[in-house]
């Protein structure tokens, strides 16, 4: 998945230690990010490359290596760099640089969101301890967005539950997917995001693995969940175009090798429904 990065170290821990030359430097303009792509390479600029810049923000190192995002008016593109939208660049390598972008991104997304204090309207100001963004005025305190939500891989013996989104980009399959409601536990958004999406019953949820999706600004939540009862589908029209139970055997092999998603449609073609590694809720 994505933030497999090993051996590479991802160091999220707040700092304001000062940038160095060797750093690298996160852009983003109206165009995407600043970047350089060498055949299925991503390559970001270090801060050496850039001209002179004060407003930096250091966000997370990799490696003992900085990332710093660039605030302000954008720069120029140095030499064999360009801006190109984010989103045609998950496909790339190496996975510890587009690890680095998305969550750099996420964190460029929530900066720019709270600009101003959505409680008086003050300008908010850079946390000097922890990340978070403080108001001058009046003390509001707001830290970085991270929506909760799941996957639930239901299945029935040898049969796993696949779904296609109605009106998105993506055409791949996928699992029934949802954010998590307030007031809810992360189990009772499992059953409830299924009734929903496909009109089926679950029990037996076992937990395989969480993932941060960092494009999403959502901490994922992984279960397999077994069908309870009738296998017979209510698609929720709105929200999804197909849902189709597939035999192991015919389970589709082109989910993304980045996603949780993609990595428990594959545990499941090559190994079934998991063995309890938790308590079964």
Known sequence: MIQDIAPHIYENQFSTAAPTSEDFCLVFGQDGLL???????????????????????????????????????????????????????????????LFALGAGESLWRWYQANRFCGHCGGKMTQGTTERSLVCPACGQVV?????????????????????????????????????????????DTVRREVMEEVGLRVKNLQFYKSQPWVFTDTLLMGFFAQLDGSDHITLQEDELSEAVWFSRAALPTDHSAISLTGEMIEYFRLHGAPQAKVNIL
């Open 35 to 97: 970047c350089r792509v060498e055949q299925d390479h991503l390559v970001l600029p270090r801060l050496e490359a850039l001209p002179p810049h004060s407003a930096l923000t250091r966000l997370f190192s990799v490696d003992h290596r900085g990332f710093f995002l660039w605030e302000g008016d954008i720069p120029t593109p140095p030499a064999g760099f360009s801006y190109r939208p984010t989103k045609p660049l998950r496909d790339l390598t190496p996975n510890e640089t």
């Open 143 to 187: 830290y970085p967005k991270i929506c909760p939500g799941v996957i639930a891989a239901v299945y029935d013996g040898d049969r796993l539950l696949l779904t296609r989104y109605q009106g998105r980009a993506f055409t791949r399959y996928a699992l029934v997917a949802g954010f998590n409601e307030i007031g809810e536990s992360i189990e």
